[in-house]
């Protein structure tokens, strides 16, 4: 990645769960990683939930709207920048490859490379619409709802 910009590492990165899931209201996130307001990339996929108000994600390439009840992804290794609305509430879960590769060998791991790979896929908008972007929505929704402090959170994080 060019040295222009803050290469911003996960904050669970070097822990035995590497999943983090920001709650992001009103220009203040709980938790907040560094370079969070400036662009930056990571070496982690990226979802995003909007909830209300609308959320700017701008890539070197575009920049796409995304309003509330949508989503967004965000592959890894891409330079962006997320910007929001004042009212705006969402969520943003960051997770290496590792994470949903399961094992090394395992016949998921070429679905997860094809993604991680493919340099067309930067950054896409999740839209109620589309029925598979749908329940990708859904999915987040629930993540969403489970608090780190929840009895086997990271069983239920990766159901």
Same mark, same amino acid.
């Given at each position: ?50 909830? !209300? ?30 910007? !929001? ?18 094992? !090394? ?55």
């Amino acid at each position: 990645m060019p040295d222009d910009y803050l290469n911003s590492v996960n904050l669970n990165s070097e822990s035995c769960f590497p999943y983090l899931c920001m709650d992001v209201k009103k220009g203040k996130s709980i938790p907040e990683p560094p370079g969070w307001l400036v662009w930056h990339w990571h070496e982690d996929f990226q979802f995003i939930y909007v909830f !209300a108000g609308e959320m700017y994600l701008h890539t070197l390439e575009r920049t796409l709207i995304v309003p509330a009840g949508s989503g967004a992804f965000i592959n890894k290794n891409v330079v962006h920048l997320v910007l !929001a609305s004042p009212d705006c509430h969402y969520k943003s879960f960051l997770f290496p490859e590792r994470l949903v590769s399961f094992y !090394a060998g395992n016949s998921v791991n070429r679905y997860v490379k094809h993604i991680a790979d493919c340099e067309e896929l930067q950054s896409i908008i999740l839209r109620q619409e589309v029925t598979w972007q749908n329940e990708i929505l859904d999915l987040l929704k629930m993540l969403s709802d489970i608090t780190p402090d929840a009895k086997c959170y990271e069983y239920e994080v990766l159901v």
